[in-house]
């Protein structure tokens, strides 16, 4: 895979089906374009090929109705913000339900089929494009002319979004079978909501925000619940620490959630909760699954109550698993849970319908392609054969043991060729995070450039146990780095890999790791690529998105120890070239981190570059626009070009 090779790159997103009717939105990145381009596709279930059945620029989080009469989804055309869509499943035109300034969010259908809930971001007037007043005709200021913010939150902004108060998002409802269709606005932008799910009367929507409807400052969660024909919302659950992703039975709120108090809530399992469904903040609710061996992924969707359980995907060992947990359970482990799909794959999304379950799976050599779950994983589509066909390599498994004699987990990816080859220790991010058996594009560019890359999992990854998550706490710098460099130990014993040219790099968490490495293992590499870094927790307490809490739960409050913590203060060890790569808008490791290691290393006379990438946030390397993720791919290969050249 070549950096131009992310063009190739069909990635399947949320399934919907109902009885034969699979559909799943299709996103590309289009490089010339220079945006992500894609609509729905139909899958049928018989094997024959998937085809496009809708044709917007980029349509995505389609839901089809109970009944199966009809689908949502959202559409953004060209620059326009994404708004709610319905068609008939049985063919017609889209029918354009909203036009909101900032866009909708996704569709939620009432068991009646006749009704949509949905959120949505609505802006303080004078803000984002919008009029100073409704009744003002005048053009829309400017953002640099804008009104000054008054700030009275920790919590007032957010990487990927921006600034949050001026736009706190809204609940909505809207009747989509009506002539005139006007969504109506359940909540009043006091507070944030989120996860809206019918009660199945459809006379309450049950959803997620800040304890206390965002009272003061809080990273605490719990479930509440409006009339839909308006009406103050009441508690349902007081979570336990957060929670998320609720759906609704005749007697039962399930919901994803993490125990914790305080901002002592990083490197937490999220574990299934039930509670019964009371509209009067009394239900106590019970874990269902156990909180050291089960970490829910969320970001696979919403639980499924079926007959015979709840399925939700759990993250195990690089894997993230579909899994049945029983209705009844009380803090069941891992092993009690059935596996239905994921094996040495990433679930990464799902639907059911009936005894059918389709899920988007992603493998080392596939973005995802969408699977029939039927006793096995029958696979509908091809969505990567091109991808396949521009040369995709297999990994590899390492297994080991750090120096203390704990197990460390990895994977090797291999360039073609006996070797032996330059070796990149690549460090992911979180460090609550994991590197898997689900396709990884930088592994697979790096590789196919003539690389071996080694992908490890230290202690603080997830999905090894939440005790394994929580190792580093207040320990940044010590068993983490024995396994880093224990997993790469595993690599170089490998034929194909040659010692004698090593580099190391990492973005976020992974870039902390590259600058602490570089500062106290330099000997063992010849160069350093530190991405979206933290290098400094003085300064990211400040100002990250999340430094407000996250400095203080992961290193302590003790600023002599988080200064201990941070590679900044150990720059004057650093002596190989160094890259400082970050992106002008992220939030979560904002700017100044990459400044003031850029500085400090030039100040002491290394070879070091800072590399910046206009209006990217966090996200970059991820979902940044297409040529600049291009761009990052052909800077990374030039650097190594030059430091990992042979002698």
């Known amino acids: 895979m070549r950096p131009e090779d992310v063009a190739k790159m069909l990635v399947p997103g949320t399934p919907t089906l109902h009885g034969d009717l699979l559909l799943v939105d299709v996103a590309s990145p289009d490089l010339t374009a220079d945006s992500y381009r894609g609509g729905l596709h139909r899958v049928p279930l018989d094997g024959s090929p998937a085809a496009p059945w809708t044709h917007g620029d980029h349509d995505q989080s389609a839901q089809l109705s109970p009944d199966g009469r009809l689908v949502a989804f959202l559409r953004a055309n060209g620059k326009d913000k994404p708004q709610l869509h319905v068609m008939p499943t049985e063919g017609g035109e889209?029918?354009?339900?909203?036009?909101?300034?900032?866009?909708?969010?996704?569709?939620?259908?009432?068991?009646?089929?006749?009704?949509?809930?949905?959120?949505?971001?609505?802006?303080?007037?004078?803000?984002?494009?919008?009029?100073?007043?409704?009744?003002?005709?005048?053009?829309?200021?400017?953002?640099?002319?804008?009104?000054?913010?008054?700030?009275?939150?920790?919590?007032?902004?957010?990487?990927?979004?921006?600034?949050?108060?001026?736009?706190?998002?809204?609940?909505?409802?809207?009747?989509?079978?009506?002539?005139?269709?006007?969504?109506?606005?359940?909540?009043?932008?006091?507070?944030?909501?989120?996860?809206?799910?019918?009660?199945?009367?459809?006379?309450?929507?049950?959803?997620?925000?800040?304890?206390?409807?965002?009272?003061?400052?809080?990273?605490?969660?719990?479930?509440?619940?409006?009339?839909?024909?308006?009406?103050?919302?009441?508690?349902?659950?007081?979570?336990?620490?957060?929670?998320?992703?609720?759906?609704?039975?005749?007697?039962?709120?399930?919901?994803?959630?993490?125990?914790?108090?305080?901002?002592?809530?990083?490197?937490?399992?999220?574990?299934?909760?039930?509670?019964?469904?009371?509209?009067?903040?009394t239900a106590v609710p019970r874990r269902l699954t156990d909180e050291e061996t089960v970490d829910c992924e969320g970001r696979s969707g919403n639980p499924v109550v079926t007959a015979d359980g709840v399925l939700v995907c759990v993250r195990n060992r690089g894997a993230v698993e579909l899994r049945r947990v029983p209705a009844d359970a009380d803090r069941a482990p891992l092993a009690d849970l059935p596996r239905l799909a994921g094996e040495h794959a990433n679930v990464k999304a799902f639907a059911v319908d009936g005894g059918r379950i389709a899920a988007v799976v992603s493998t080392p050599d596939s973005p995802g392609e969408v699977v029939l779950v039927d006793g096995g994983e029958r696979v509908l589509t091809e969505y990567s054969a091109a991808l396949r066909e521009a040369g995709v390599r297999p990994v590899r498994e390492l297994t080991g043991s750090a120096s203390d004699g704990y197990p460390v987990h990895g994977w090797l990816v291999l360039p073609e060729g006996e070797g032996p080859h330059p070796v990149l220790l690549a460090v992911h991010g979180g460090p609550f995070m994991y590197h898997g058996w689900g396709f990884f594009d930088e592994a697979q560019v790096y590789a196919s450039a003539g690389y071996a890359v080694v992908l490890p999992n230290p202690r603080g990854s997830a999905g090894y146990g939440q005790s394994h998550g929580q190792a580093v706490i207040g320990a940044f710098g010590t068993v983490d780095v024995d396994d880093v460099l224990s997993v790469l130990d595993v690599a170089l014993a490998e034929p194909e890999c040659d010692a004698d040219r090593v580099g190391v790099m990492g973005g976020s968490y992974g870039g902390f790791m590259t600058g602490w490495l570089a500062a106290h293992h330099g000997g063992r590499f010849r160069a350093a690529w530190s991405e979206r870094a933290v290098n400094a927790w003085d300064s990211f307490t400040g100002s990250s998105d999340i430094g407000w809490f996250f400095a203080d739960a992961y290193c302590g409050k003790d600023p002599d120890v988080q200064r201990a913590m941070s590679p900044l203060t150990h720059v004057d060890r650093i002596t190989m070239p160094f890259a400082v790569v970050h992106s002008e808008q992220d939030w979560r490791c904002p700017l100044e981190q990459g400044q003031r290691m850029f500085v400090a290393l030039r100040r002491n006379g290394v070879d070091a570059e800072l590399l910046i990438f206009p209006g990217e946030g966090h996200e970059l390397t991820r979902s940044g626009r297409p040529r600049h993720r291009r761009q990052r791919f052909d800077a990374v290969l030039e650097w190594w070009s030059r430091h990992l050249a042979e002698s």
């Open 94 to 281: 889209p029918r354009k339900l909203t036009d909101l300034p900032l866009g909708a969010g996704a569709p939620v259908w009432s068991a009646d089929s006749r009704r949509i809930a949905f959120t949505a971001r609505i802006p303080e007037e004078g803000r984002y494009g919008t009029p100073l007043s409704a009744e003002d005709g005048a053009e829309p200021p400017t953002p640099d002319a804008e009104a000054p913010r008054r700030i009275t939150r920790l919590s007032y902004r957010s990487d990927g979004v921006g600034f949050l108060a001026d736009r706190q998002p809204r609940l909505f409802v809207i009747d989509a079978l009506a002539d005139q269709p006007e969504a109506r606005q359940l909540t009043d932008g006091a507070f944030e909501v989120a996860s809206p799910a019918w009660t199945p009367d459809g006379a309450h929507l049950v959803f997620v925000a800040d304890r206390d409807l965002g009272a003061t400052d809080t990273l605490h969660s719990d479930l509440y619940a409006v009339p839909v024909d308006g009406g103050d919302p009441v508690l349902v659950v007081r979570g336990n620490g957060s929670v998320a992703l609720p759906v609704v039975t005749d007697d039962t709120v399930y919901f994803l959630g993490e125990e914790y108090t305080g901002i002592n809530m990083v490197a937490r399992n999220t574990g299934l909760w039930a509670a019964p469904l009371r509209l009067d903040g």
